[in-house]
């Protein structure tokens, strides 16, 4: 007797690693998208064969879709860059020359309200644009494993003469560090956070720029003399248009730090940011080292 029930509890465990194999069989070919239905018979195996087919049909028809749709947003998307750019850099052209012309010294603040007012609506269009791609997983950031140095220098190279013309230095060197990050849009975030210490610091301050290589993650570093950001707001800076009322004086359209989020989060990186009003604020930007798959 009990060799007749050790037999059938192999059986039982025989049967059902053959199930499980054949399931996991299943999973790996849909993973792979080679999954072909087999002859059919009436085992519940065979049955759950066909409705497995027709959910990875019915997915792939999603899929497709989404797809579909994500074309159209991406093609909306252009247009409008494409039909707003012409008539803005006519405008901003105009408004030069306007500058360069006029001598009533009654127009000059009124051309000087022009010009301004037309980089602004040209800011807040491109960075609309930019935040769409973003929520729409139109705009493809390709992380690849590099190191960090090049492109923390680029950004600092690109705000340095903007800083300058305020009186601020824009210190750091010595980057070290490989993470795996998309080159032009991570460097495009760090330009926001070191453009966002240009704009709330002080004449004759410093903005301080540094890496750190940790086991998982490279970190970019910006501290800044500014106005800094209350605990409370601490959490509500990086969602679009949110502005602190520290910050109400100056121009901005609250999404740059937005912009910096989204870049981070999608590489599989975040950010921090360590503040104290009056004190300045340092923004740290974390790159994963592994390749998301």
């Given at each position: ?15 059902h690693k053959n199930t499980m194999d054949f399931l ?167 330009e926001n956070m070191i453009d966002n210490g240009v ?95």
């Open positions: 007797m009990k060799k007749d029930v050790s037999g059938k509890h192999k059986w039982i465990l025989r049967k996991e069989k299943m999973l790996e070919d849909a993973i792979n998208d080679t999954f072909e239905e087999k002859d059919y018979d009436e085992s519940r195996l065979s049955r759950l064969e066909v409705k497995w087919k027709r959910f990875l049909s019915s997915s792939m028809t999603s899929r497709h879709r989404i797809m579909e749709e994500q074309e159209r947003i991406k093609g909306l998307i252009s247009d409008i860059s494409h039909q707003t750019r012409t008539p803005l850099s006519n405008i901003l052209l105009y408004s030069e020359l306007l500058q360069e012309k006029e001598t009533d010294p009654a127009l000059l603040p009124i051309v000087q309200n022009i010009k301004e007012q037309s980089e602004k609506l040209d800011f807040l269009i491109r960075s609309l644009v930019k935040a769409s791609r973003l929520e729409s997983d139109v705009l493809a950031l390709r992380p690849k494993n590099q190191p960090v140095a090049p492109m923390v220098e680029a950004a600092i190279a690109t705000l340095r003469e903007e800083a300058e013309k305020k009186g601020i230095r824009i210190s750091g060197d010595n980057f070290q560090g490989r993470a795996c990050f998309d080159r032009k849009w991570t460097q495009e975030a760090l704009k709330y610091s002080p004449q004759g301050s410093e903005i301080r720029v540094w890496t750190t290589d940790y086991e998982m993650f490279a970190a970019v570093h910006i501290k800044d003399q500014g106005v800094g950001v209350r605990e409370e707001e601490q959490c509500r800076i990086f969602e679009r248009f949110y502005r602190s009322m520290d910050a109400a004086e100056e121009k901005g359209l609250g999404l740059g730090l937005y912009l910096v989020r989204e870049i981070a989060v999608r590489q599989g990186g975040y950010v921090r940011i360590k503040s104290k009003p009056g004190m300045g604020s340092t923004f740290s930007f974390y790159m994963n080292k592994n390749e998301r798959r």
